[in-house]
Structures are given as C-alpha cells and as structure tokens.
C-alpha cells in the first residue's frame, strides 16, 4: 500500500505522535508507541484524509500539565456521538498523550492534539492518534491583544435545532472553512474573526469563544448555537465566578460586543486574548485584569 504523508506542522524533529488503533468491536485498542513525526504515517484511504470524516481536540500542555484534559475528552466523546462513530477510548487517549509527552523534549508550552477518524474507507474501525507540538508565541496576543472583524457565518443562530446534520458543535476535522475565514482576516488587516449569523447573532471564532464584559457581567455565547462548548471559557468564566462576577451565556448582537467594556477570544494554546480592535475600531484592554485571569485560572504570565 502506498505511504501517507507524515501530518508537516512545525519542525518534525521536535515532534512526536503516539499512534492508537482503535478497532470498533474491542475494548481494547491496540497501541503503538510514540515515533518522529517524519516517521508516523497514516493511510492514505482514511477518512480523515479523504473526507476530514473525523474530529480532534487540541490541549494546552504548560510546564508538563495538561490544560483541561478532562474536558477536552468529554467534548471528543461528544463529538464523536454526533458524528455516530463508535465512542471513543478516552483512557487509551489520555495514555497516548502521556506517552507522546514524555517522548517530547519538555518545553514550557507545548500543544497536544487527539484525533479520531472514521478509519480507513470500507474497513469500519476507527483510527485515532496523537500529536504532539511546539506551540505559537502567544505572547503578544495574550498582553497587547489582536484586532478581530466580525465575520458572517452563513446561517441563522438557531441551525443546530433546524439542520442538526451539519455537525454545528461537534469539533469535525473539516476546518478547511475556518481556516479560509482566518485568511481572510489576514487580508482585512486583522488577526482573528468573529463569526455572527445571518440574523445578528454573535457566534464564536474560527478556534476560539467569544467572551463580553459589561461592568461586572461577563457574558459568552450560548452552546445552543451551534458552536463548540469551549474548555477554556468554561475554566475562566469558574475564575469569574469565583471572583463573584455575573456569568451568563446569551444572544449577544454585534452592537453588544462595540459597546463592551472587554472582549476576549479564548481558545485552547493561546488561552485568553484580548481584543484590541473590532472592525477597525480601538476597544478597551484592561491588561492587569486580563493578564490576572490568565494567571489565576491557568498558572500563566503572558
Ligand atoms: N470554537 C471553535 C470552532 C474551535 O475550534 C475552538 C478550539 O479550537 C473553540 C471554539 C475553543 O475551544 P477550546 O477553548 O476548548 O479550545
């Protein structure tokens, strides 16, 4: 059979996957250990490859911890029953991404990501691997912030009630569009989108969630509409909590983000990042409070 492409993010040298095979009908999947990246393959007739017929977490590793583990592999196990693919083996998960770990130099922040494909067109077993990475200098991003422009998503807010095949939160391979969505960004001069609906309704970014500050109520999406549930909005709106702030998850229209004391994009890797510009327009960054939620809620400094 002809070799696949080794997945090419980053400096392979640096980079080590631990692969699983998962086959449908046991419980037990079988492993391998972790390789290079430049030696791990994957078929060329998989799903994942051929469809993006798969989905994918991506986990913060700071000094050897994993950011929300447990979360991230209740949202792969969710996305995998939306996708109906046979659950997947969260231990087997978490076991590679230790083993893929400990295989990887120790950086003080490094990406881990789960992935979880339809398998090999035909064959009906699933395959899943790791991936483990440097990650981007968020520095920049998590102090001064980065400007963002809203984006319109193509659909209404309520499009994971009325068209539930469409997979709107699950956290499927077929990023081809988010991706394109960032490009475009690029060409507005701008670092990162916000996507809102056709009817008004701010959704969330390419990679991250939206969050809105007024006064001491924070307010973020709902998961109703059709975006992903964010691990780390749900770690930082616990800080909030903790400081006895209002959190909420609402219907926020794009006058509500102009109008807001602070909006942030959150995401797994660059964690929380202030946004600086909205369509061109300056926004208020508080850096002492953003930089003490970061802290407080993910033992970071930017
Ligand atoms: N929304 C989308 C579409 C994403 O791809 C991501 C993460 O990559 C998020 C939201 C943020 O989720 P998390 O904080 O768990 O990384």
Do not use: C
């Not at 916000?194 to 001491?216: A, K, M, Q, Y």
């Not at 616990?238 to 219907?251: C, D, K, P, S, Y």
């Amino acid at each position: 059979a002809p070799h696949s492409t080794p997945p090419t993010q980053g400096d392979p040298a640096t980079q080590s996957p631990a692969a699983t095979q998962t086959p449908a009908q046991t419980t037990t999947p079988t492993q391998r250990g972790a390789v290079p990246l430049a030696e791990a393959r994957i078929g060329v007739a998989d799903l994942a490859v051929t469809r993006g017929d798969g989905i994918f977490e991506s986990i913060g590793v700071i000094d050897g911890r994993f950011i929300e583990l447990d979360r991230h592999l209740r949202r792969l196990e969710h996305s995998a029953a939306l996708l109906d693919l046979p659950r997947p083996d969260s231990a087997a998960f978490a076991e590679a991404a230790r083993r893929g770990l400990d295989a990887h130099s120790a950086e003080p922040e490094l990406l881990v990501k789960l992935f979880y494909s339809r398998g090999i067109e035909g064959a009906g077993i699933p395959s899943g691997w790791v991936e483990v990475l440097t990650g981007d200098d968020h520095r920049a991003a998590r102090s001064t912030g980065i400007r963002v422009v809203t984006l319109d998503r193509g659909y209404r807010h309520d499009i994971a009630q009325t068209s539930p095949w469409l997979l709107q939160g699950a956290k499927t391979l077929s990023y081809a569009l988010n991706k394109a969505a960032l490009r475009e960004a690029a060409r507005r001069d701008a670092d990162d989108v916000i996507f809102v609906s056709t009817d008004d309704v701010v959704l969330e970014g390419p990679t991250s969630n939206v969050l809105v500050r007024h006064g001491d109520l924070f307010r973020t999406p709902r998961t109703d509409l059709g975006i992903l549930a964010g691990t780390t909005q749900a770690a930082v709106f616990e800080t909030l909590m903790a400081r006895g702030f209002e959190t909420i998850e609402a219907a926020l229209s794009v006058a509500d983000l102009a109008s807001a004391d602070a909006v942030w994009l959150l995401s797994s890797g660059r964690l929380l990042a202030p946004v600086r510009e909205l369509d061109g327009q300056a926004m208020p960054v508080d850096r002492e409070f953003s930089e003490s939620l970061l802290t407080e809620t993910f033992g970071v400094h930017p």
